[in-house]
């Protein structure tokens, strides 16, 4: 499976792991410009290169906390609207949410696991490349539920959740249909129902949408 021929900064600290991922890319059309093992690396590599997408672990050292995600944060402050995959053993909630915050696109919070499936990993990486969504299934599932009578989906039919998940994942259109074997019209149907149930701004631009289900996911 090829990907557009993109440039990609690689920010791991398992020396395994990092040559796995690289070597993934590159089979897929990519280009590596850089592989760094630490957040300052990370910033100063992006700042450098200005590659298309990066790819950076959440736990990095000195402390193996979110030295990653922090380097991601920088770098996205440093050169604005850079895109970044961001890897995460564990689901982390708080993770995603910060990574979305400043609501510029170009973003994904992916489980390693999920690197696994190559076409997966590279789909996500190509929707972060172009200023897209790209979040973990497990990370849309913990931003969904939530207890009581709060819960703001509530109102949804169960197709109408599952649609919405696959929104909140960054798929568009043609991606969910083909995700839950439905026609594109049922998809546009059932996404217009959504808006209308939750009270969300409608938009054609599927970036802005994503962000605002999250928000809403989130709030």
């Known amino acids: 499976m090829e990907i557009e021929p993109l440039r990609v900064v690689i920010a791991e600290d398992s020396a395994l792991i990092r040559e796995g991922i690289a070597r993934l890319i590159e089979e ?3 280009t590596v410009v850089a592989k760094v093992g630490d957040g300052e690396a990370f910033v100063e590599a992006v700042v450098a290169h200005r590659p298309d997408v990066s790819v950076v672990d959440v ?5 193996q906390r979110d030295e990653g995600l922090r380097a991601a944060i920088e770098a996205r402050r440093r050169v604005p609207g ?3 995959l961001v890897l995460s053993q564990y689901v982390e909630r708080q993770y995603a949410t910060e990574l979305l915050a400043d609501r510029a696109g170009g973003v ?3 489980l390693k696991d999920r690197v696994g499936d190559v076409r997966e990993f590279i789909d996500a990486l190509r929707r972060v490349a172009r200023g897209g969504t790209a979040l973990d299934p497990e990370v849309v599932a913990r931003l ?3 207890e009581g009578a709060d819960n703001p989906i509530a109102v949804l039919t169960p197709r109408e959740r599952e649609v919405l998940a ?3 994942e960054g ?3 043609v991606g969910i249909a083909r995700l ?3 026609t594109e019209g049922a998809t546009e149907k059932h996404i217009s129902n959504i808006f209308g149930k939750l009270e969300l701004p409608d938009s054609s631009d599927d970036h802005r949408r994503v962000l605002a289900v999250l928000a809403y996911l989130s709030a």
């Open 59 to 63: 736990r990095m050292p000195p402390s």
């Open 180 to 182: 839950l074997s439905i």
């Open 82 to 84: 850079t895109p970044v």
């Open 144 to 146: 969904m539920v939530r």
């Open 171 to 173: 798929r568009t259109n």
């Open 28 to 30: 897929s059309g990519g």
């Open 108 to 110: 994904g919070y992916l």
């Open 166 to 168: 696959a929104m909140a």
